[in-house]
């Protein structure tokens, strides 16, 4: 029983303790609170006594404002209180520096502007009174005008019957001069009649004239298109096909033969690139040169061989881009032709090389074979002198065309024949 109370003892004794601690506790913050109150009463008063200085320095800012507002303008004098609008303020006085040329760009506000225009006021004071003595001294000069004008009027008036009387004489030698004018203007009027219808003539004239040009610029025209289709080869989408086939290959030569000679336009110098595989993948294998030309098949220098594990072989195709084998040409002879090449072999020879000799001239006619002079005309009758090829109406016409003309002693040079 003993350890009983023992033990209840302690349990009070510190039910006692905390108790104590709690009412310290308590007691410290009862302290800071009544510490904190009274500093923020004390803040309180300070800002309200700054808020009355801030209201009296509003108000005192205010009213310059106000009275700075009625002495400068520039508000709206139906406000309850007055206030300048800076921007109009600035608008006003660029108006006033537009009307004053005294105004610089040295004048920047209406004070330094103040003195400037309280000179220009005074110098046109000064102009104005200037002025107003210059008038009374023009009305006075006025009056003295006036007196002679008057001395004036009556001798106008004097001079005024003398006229009429000249003026009466000279109707009189008038309707004699109409008569004449009038004999004049008829006369004039054949003339005119005379004139328009040299000018009808003319405009007449002109129309043919006009015509034939545009017919001519028609024709220029076609031919244009004409050999415009004619380099269709030269477009894109026709430039890569090819052009040639190899024939057969010396490797040890570093030549081959391919399957275009002289009918097929070639000649030598003319470069080839070579491509090998199928034709959506052809491979650049290599190039070639023609060095020697015949009917139908020439022989190029290969060169620049890109693969020697690849070489060129038989079945190669062959591409310029400028080369056309194939495209029609169209030439027509003018003159005579013996000799070497007489009409009948020359048309061969033309014919294998896919060029079409026309019996005339037209749009589609790319070259003019001149031969020598001709010495009999159609009914085999003798010219008194040669005539010339030159001289020939197909002649001039394929000049005015821009046809190529090549005489035969240079058709070598045009052609491998």
Not at 83 to 99: C, K, M, P, S
Not at 151 to 169: H, P
């Amino acid at each position: 029983m003993m350890r009983s109370n023992s033990g209840a003892a302690r349990v009070s004794v510190v039910w006692i303790i905390a108790t104590i601690v709690l009412a310290l506790v308590a007691v410290a913050f009862a302290v800071i609170s009544q510490n904190d109150l009274t500093a923020a009463k004390d803040s309180a008063a300070a800002a309200a006594l700054q808020e009355e200085e801030a209201k009296a320095l509003f108000e005192s800012e205010a009213e310059y404002a106000r009275q700075l507002s009625r002495a400068l303008g520039f508000y709206d004098r139906a406000a309850a209180s007055p206030r300048t609008n800076v921007d109009t303020v600035r608008q006003g006085f660029e108006e006033l520096r537009a009307a004053f040329p005294a105004l610089d760009s040295s004048v920047v506000d209406f004070e330094i502007a103040i003195p400037p225009l309280r000179r220009e006021y005074e110098a046109r004071g000064q102009r104005i009174a200037q002025v107003e003595s210059d008038v009374r001294r023009l009305e006075s000069e006025l009056a003295t005008e006036r007196q002679g004008r008057a001395a004036d009027v009556r001798s106008k008036d004097t001079l005024i019957a003398q006229l009429r009387g000249e003026l009466a004489d000279a109707k009189s030698n008038a309707a004699d001069r109409e008569s004449e004018l009038q004999a004049t203007v008829a006369s004039e009027r054949s003339r005119v009649s005379a004139l328009d219808q040299d000018l009808r003539n003319l405009r007449n004239e002109l129309e043919v004239l006009q015509r034939a040009h545009n017919q001519e610029l028609a024709r220029f025209s076609a031919r244009v298109d004409e050999q415009g289709r004619k380099l269709t080869f030269l477009s894109p989408s026709a430039r890569d096909l090819p052009d040639a086939k190899v024939l057969a290959v010396s490797g040890k030569l570093g030549t081959a033969w391919i399957d275009v000679g002289a009918e097929q336009r070639a000649a030598r110098g003319i470069r080839f690139r070579i491509e090998g595989g199928s034709e959506t993948n052809r491979r650049v294998k290599g190039y070639g040169e023609v060095i020697e030309v015949e009917g139908d098949r020439s022989k190029i220098a290969l060169y620049d061989v890109v693969d020697a594990f690849d070489p060129i072989t038989a079945g190669d195709v062959l591409i310029n881009p400028v080369y056309d084998p194939r495209g029609e040409r169209r030439a027509v002879l003018a003159g005579r032709f013996s000799g070497q090449y007489d009409e009948k072999e020359l048309r061969a020879l033309l014919g294998r090389m896919g060029i079409t000799v026309q019996s005339s001239l037209d749009l589609t006619t790319d070259f003019l074979i001149a031969g020598g002079e001709i010495y009999v005309d159609e009914f085999d009758e003798p010219y008194e002198q040669p005539l010339q090829p030159s001289d020939l109406p197909i002649y001039k016409e394929a000049e005015a065309l821009g046809v190529q003309i090549i005489p035969i002693s240079r058709i070598r040079e045009y052609f491998v024949l």
